[in-house]
């Protein structure tokens, strides 16, 4: 039986475990933001993250469990950019391939959504197997980036 996951709004209780998450080396050396984050700046990232413009979700295990993850959605036309980072002791687990999955499920219900694409740092070769484990192609190569795609 696989892995289910439940993607929501991220939550001023989150903030500890985003603090976490974020401030882990291993999570933000693949990552653009501040290392490491406090809670007061995570909590202030979840408040910006409130509103219908929000990119950024929670990504638990259950309705109402903790913050397994964090998964980066924006839209640009009929593309769907996605990107997610699973907070420590949550890798291996199955979390982020099921996080993906529904991701993929509910953006063939998005009116006008015509792919995914997602943009992995070349090293991050985890990142970039489970994408293309999931269904996503490489299209290119450059600035140390690797973009890969879903065509839905």
């Known amino acids: 039986m696989g892995v289910g ?4 709004r991220l ?3 989150d903030a ?3 603090s976490r998450s974020h401030s882990d080396p291993e999570n933000a050396r693949y990552q653009g933001w501040k290392c490491p984050l406090s809670e007061a700046e995570a909590l202030a990232f979840i408040e910006e993250q409130s509103g219908e413009d929000a990119v950024q979700f929670a990504i638990r295990e259950v309705e109402g469990g903790p913050l397994a993850g964090d998964l980066y959605l ?7 950019e996605v990107g997610l ?13 099921a996080a993906v ?4 499920d509910s953006a ?3 009116d006008g959504v015509e792919r995914l694409v997602a943009h992995i740092d070349v090293p991050n070769v985890r990142s970039r197997a489970l994408f293309e484990r999931v269904g996503f192609r490489p299209v290119d190569e450059r600035d140390g980036l690797a973009e ?5």
């Open 85 to 97: 980072t699973l907070a420590p002791g949550f890798h291996g687990r199955g979390v982020a391939t």
């Open 74 to 80: 924006n839209r640009d036309g009929s593309s769907l």
């Open 5 to 8: 996951v439940v993607i929501d």
């Open 148 to 152: 890969v795609e879903l065509c839905l």
């Open 101 to 104: 999955r529904c991701v993929i």
């Open 108 to 110: 063939r219900a998005i």
């Open 11 to 13: 939550v001023p209780t």
């Open 16 to 18: 500890p475990g985003l």
